[in-house]
């Protein structure tokens, strides 16, 4: 890899990632092929009899048009079935729970906005509040970063580890910390409460929800009848849990790609030159300050802004 | 503000962001509520017509369960209309949108896996596919962010500008750039691709794919019978556009957040010390170069790492 021009290592690197997309499209299509094909074969079949049953009392394409409006309905977040009780789509906590979604880019997509002016809202609340949310990252970043150095500091003092020991230490142990308070944990609470939910389903809107993918097929709570109070303990809950996890994921993220390791592996495939003098860190040139575009080693010992 | 104690600043930006979130969920449920109870109540009248005009010929009940199973397969994306040509959910370009939309973080949700084993696979697959694709992202970043910063000290010699003036046009034309060529350019072509989507909602779909916010409310060409082969090279379309107008919005933010504008602002609420060193670029202490986890200023003239 080392004896290849900069431009052809970009290039096996892209390459190599588009063939990690295929082959997980291929994985998934041999996993989720039949099932989804036997679904449909079974609600084809169901059209079927109900039309042969009760057939001859509907005019013909009556039922296909009740059916497309109800699922286009569905579509938008409206539904046709069930009570008055979560008849009221748009009622603050909803709301507030999609604005949530908006800015965090989750975007689950169980509701979406049907007019022309709710639409353009989103567009540009989403454009202003985006650049917010992550300034408000940042800052936020600036202030817990030098928290978490300080036990990463002192653990490394305490067993006289390496700096890049302590720091892979660090990272690891902030990555278990976040998987087992945001995904973990709340994935058990989730199964718990949830009679018809596997822990595995739980495990999987937790951390798709975490990683800001936001499929939107399971929403917890939604369709059940639940007491208005307890779907709205659970939305507020829902959406502590999107922002609390959005910032811990960054700063995770964040601690990961400081590690002399990954940055090591990033800079292996981006220059031609040997590890210069900023992985040993210390003091940098304005050169090879103005070269990295990588944030530099986070704090060992000592001052941290206050907070 | 600069009179307020750090951790006040940052609980002042904290409610600040809770309080947007309001006002958005607030303009939200004022702009959505009604259209959404209205197209409710349209349903709930017309299934109740066609209860009361062909309900004696049906069981009751067996079009609420009828309906229940129609909508519960939409929601994992498994239509119960339309004729076989898109019978086919899992096929391969389908599966490619989906892992492509798992990894962008889109997430629209219009397909999702069914089987216990494709949802620990998507889990596992992420998990394990989002950190490479960041990491291949900060290694095609170190070699087109000093490819653009050469543009801008062109324009900045020639124009004879300050640095930080020239940082600020670099980074608005980069931000005109992405917005021409990833939200307004891509609208306009489906806009006029698809009859009945009207420009907003073209400029909705790009915005909300390109944030990653991915609804999945709009799909370009979903249920409208087209060829498979148009349908399939529209899914590509797609595909590359998640892929390259994610690296795209990458780059940008991460210009718009080396400016020194920007970080003066994300300092400011961070620390009660003056603008230090940092901010004049140069030779930093160690000490400063720990505290600082923003990215340093990108390349003004000199090297670049050969790409």
């Given at each position: 890899m080392g004896a290849l021009r900069p431009w052809a290592r970009y290039g096996l690197l892209v390459v190599g990632h588009l063939l990690a997309l295929g082959l997980g499209a291929a994985v998934l299509q041999a996993l989720e092929g039949p099932p989804a094909l036997r679904l449909q074969a079974n609600l084809r079949a169901e059209l079927a009899t109900f039309q042969a049953e009760y057939g001859v009392c509907l005019p013909p394409g009556a039922l296909e048009e009740l059916l497309g409006a109800a699922l286009a309905a569905q579509a938008h977040g409206?539904?046709?079935?069930?009570?008055?009780?979560?008849?009221?789509?748009?009622d603050l906590p909803s709301a507030l729970l999609f604005t949530a979604s908006l800015l965090t880019t989750t975007?689950?997509?169980h509701m979406a906005p049907l007019s022309a002016g709710g639409k353009a809202f989103c567009v540009l609340y989403t454009a202003l509040g985006l650049p917010a949310s992550l300034a408000l990252v940042a800052a936020l970043r600036r202030c817990l970063l030098p928290l978490l150095s300080r036990q990463g500091a002192w653990v490394a003092m305490h067993w006289q580890l390496t700096p890049a020991r302590a720091a892979l230490l660090q990272a690891a142990g902030l990555g278990l910390l976040v998987a087992g308070t945001f995904v973990l944990l709340p994935a058990l609470v989730l199964w718990s409460l949830q009679?018809?939910?596997?822990l595995l389903e739980a495990i999987y809107f937790c951390f798709g929800s975490l990683s800001t993918i936001?499929?939107?097929d399971l929403l917890p709570g939604r369709g059940r009848g639940l007491h208005p109070v307890l779907y709205h303990l659970g939305q507020f809950a829902l959406l502590g849990y999107l922002l609390l996890g959005l910032l811990a994921m960054l700063l995770a993220v964040e601690t990961f790609s400081e590690l002399p390791q990954v940055r090591a592996m990033v800079k292996f495939f981006g220059s031609?030159?040997?590890?210069?003098a900023e992985d040993k860190g210390g003091i940098l040139g304005q050169d090879e300050l103005a070269l990295s575009t990588l944030p530099p080693p986070e704090a060992a010992a000592g001052q941290a802004p206050a907070c």
């Open positions: 409206v539904s046709s079935l069930g009570n008055g009780s979560e008849a009221r789509n748009w975007g689950y997509g009679g018809d939910c596997s936001g499929l939107g031609s030159d040997p590890l210069n």
